[in-house]
């Protein structure tokens, strides 16, 4: 497999973040193994090393073809990677695109109240994580925060960060999230 290595390719530079913002979608910094990144099962922007080559180039994980990934470059061209082949290539470092269909927003102080914290504890509770809607983020809010997170294999900090909203948001809906089965 021949990837790019003479393009320089910023995100920020790029036209994607204006593309996902018309789409609705969310991106969030991942990094990780190729087991959690593809248990989520969602388009992803995946930052490559190339041996030989200096800076980092970007590649957009669009969809999944039949048992291979298809990867995109900066300048149109694709590639078809099977998992074992991907995972060669790739160190674990790149960017998740979600839709927070929810409206939940990022918490981290006890003590905050508003409809953002009872939007949040009636998340939980429809999940299972029963907390009462009433609308503090005590530490009953945070006992249950910390129980979802790590029944969902996140770090259990007890606040609500991008990785915590993509997870609630998947976990109560998928309804109109991006995948990899249909693509971004």
Known sequence: VKLPENKRF?????????????????????????EQ???????????????????KRYLLLS?????????????GQSWNLGLQELKVLWFGKGYVMWRNH???????????TG??????????????YEVGARGVFDSGTIQALTRFQRDRGLSPDGRVGPRT???????ISAAGEPRLGNGL
Do not use: C, M
């Open 10 to 34: 910023s995100l920020s530079g790029s036209a994607l973040p204006r593309e996902l913002k018309s789409r609705k979608l969310e991106w969030t910094r991942f990094q990780g193994n190729g």
């Open 102 to 112: 929810l409206g939940l927003a990022p918490l981290d102080h006890p003590g905050k």
């Open 37 to 55: 990144l593809f248990d989520l099962e969602i388009p992803a922007v995946l930052e490559f090393s190339l041996p030989g080559v200096r800076g």
């Open 115 to 128: 409809a953002s914290v009872t939007q949040l504890q009636q998340a939980l509770g429809t999940l299972g």
């Open 63 to 75: 969809h999944q073809q039949g048992n291979a990934y298809v990867v995109k470059g900066p300048a």
């Open 165 to 171: 909203l993509l997870h609630l948001n998947r976990a």
